[in-house]
């Protein structure tokens, strides 16, 4: 969704020799644009990052990688046909019917969605953040993930990404994903509280040239917990 939880691995992507684009979906991050519920369903952000690659002229075959609903948008955009995908990567991704998890589906009530104020939503995603990352972290670092909620604007476009949760699109994703002779790799925190491991078994055991890294003591957020680990594995992955 946003392209923080990445930072910690592009810089040993790009020595492997790669061009590692963390992409920021609109109102969420750094870009610019909102959500709205309409906009923010899996099958709709998919087709906007296949605009996004082609406004950067990668009209090749990609290799494209997701993390939580990321990951969502990364399985419709190859079972999808939006963009021609070459290889696929999950990192603690959303699967199947393993979301959105209570904290994000309660807001699928408009009344819940409208009652919530910015402080209380900004509070709710520290919480998030803390039990994502795994570990201790310091004051900066959580100030850095938090800086774009304190916009209203992404915490509005958030809202619609919750409102537009839904896992059908995931489970329609899965007959497209058997048939696809693209490989896959699920690099997955073995900690992770809000997506278990147990999905990642499953997927390697169902979808055909699917492969499973498994980052022991990581949770939700690998690349904070053993960045090397995870950039080796997605670095020998993508230039294979």
Known sequence: MAHRVWQPVLG????AGLRPVAVDLPGLGRSAGELTTETAAVPALAAWVARFAAALGLTGPLRV??????????????AGGDAEVARLALVNSVSYDSWPVPAVARFRDPAARAAVTQEELLAARRAALLAALGRPAREDEIREYLE????PRTARSWLCL???ADSRHTLAALPGLV?????????WGEEDRFQPVGYAERFVAEVPHSTLVRI???????????PAAVARALAHFFTD
Not at 12 to 15: F, G, I, K, T, V
Not at 179 to 187: D, G, Q, R, T, Y
């Open 12 to 15: 040993d992507l790009a020595a």
């Open 65 to 78: 990688a997701g993390h939580d609903i990321g990951g969502a948008v990364a399985q419709h955009l190859l």
């Open 179 to 187: 048939a696809s002779a693209a490989p896959k790799l699920l690099v």
């Open 148 to 151: 774009p909620w304190t916009d």
């Open 216 to 226: 022991p003591g990581a949770g939700h957020i690998p690349m904070e917990n053993d």
């Open 162 to 164: 919750a409102a537009a």
